[in-house]
T-cell receptor, first 114, second 110 residues
Framework: GAVVSQHPSWVICKSGTSVKIECRSLDFQATTMFWYRQFPKQSLMLMATSNEGSKATYEQGVEKDKFLINHASLTLSTLTVTSAHPEDSSFYICSATWAGVEQFFGPGTRLTVL | GQQLNQSPQSMFIQEGEDVSMNCTSSSIFNTWLWYKQDPGEGPVLLIALYKAGELTSNGRLTAQFGTTRKDSFLNISASIPSDVGIYFC??????????FGTGTRLQVFP
């Protein structure tokens, strides 16, 4: 099956710093990648939709200047959490798809902001 | 934002028992999906349903797409310890976005 990886799997950073999370489709070219956030014991909430070569589309309530998304190639999308604060601590999960086929999810990145 | 309601919120069962969980929505979806998430991992697709009334099986799992297109259920028969995890339903929008349910946490005791 299609494989999606994320890096890093976990990261701890100081408040005020920026953190970049990578999402890669390893064995297919993803026309669309999605970024989700999951707080403890809660569901996955879609943050943004990322299409290769174009600007990401953010869900209502998600600050685009705080969560910068870049989808520079058909196999890589990055999420940068800028000026991170403790309330940004969460589990960030990406998924990738092509031509509306099933979304394949990455293993997630746990972010802890001190 | 929009969310699907799942029940029960959590279940504690004994190995070998059957499990049933539901997902309801105020909106219509044309595709329903069921995922399982292990701790610290991303969700994995279990079953996809594409047609109202459809009943689909995958091993010990059976899922049905409600005729109103506003609900779905998932059954797990003869549960085993590795069934432990969180089960999410999801509705697929025409924009290819997924709306996830609130989740059902399953614990299986030997």
């Amino acid at each position: 099956g299609a494989v999606v990886s994320q890096h890093p799997s976990w990261v701890i950073c100081k408040s005020g710093t920026s953190v970049k999370i990578e999402c890669r489709s390893l064995d297919f070219q993803a026309t669309t990648m999605f970024w989700y956030r999951q707080f403890p014991k809660q569901s996955l909430m879609l943050m943004a939709t990322s299409n290769e070569g174009s600007k990401a589309t953010y869900e209502q309530g998600v600050e685009k200047d705080k969560f910068l998304i870049n989808h520079a190639s058909l196999t890589l999308s990055t999420l940068t959490v800028t000026s991170a604060h403790p309330e940004d601590s969460s589990f960030y999960i990406c998924s990738a798809t092509w031509a509306g086929v099933e979304q394949f999810f990455g293993p997630g990145t746990r972010l802890t902001v001190l | 934002g929009q969310q699907l309601n799942q029940s029960p919120q959590s279940m504690f069962i004994q190995e070998g028992e059957d499990v049933s969980m539901n997902c309801t929505s105020s909106s219509i979806f044309n595709t329903w999906l069921w995922y399982k998430q292990d701790p610290g991992e991303g969700p994995v697709l279990l079953i996809a349903l594409y047609k109202a009334g459809e009943l689909t099986s995958n091993g010990r799992l059976t899922a049905q797409f409600g005729t109103t297109r506003k609900d779905s259920f998932l059954n797990i028969s003869a549960s085993i310890p590795s069934d432990v995890g969180i089960y999410f339903c999801a509705g697929l929008l025409d924009t290819d976005k997924l709306i996830f349910g609130t989740g059902t946490r399953l614990q299986v005791f030997p």
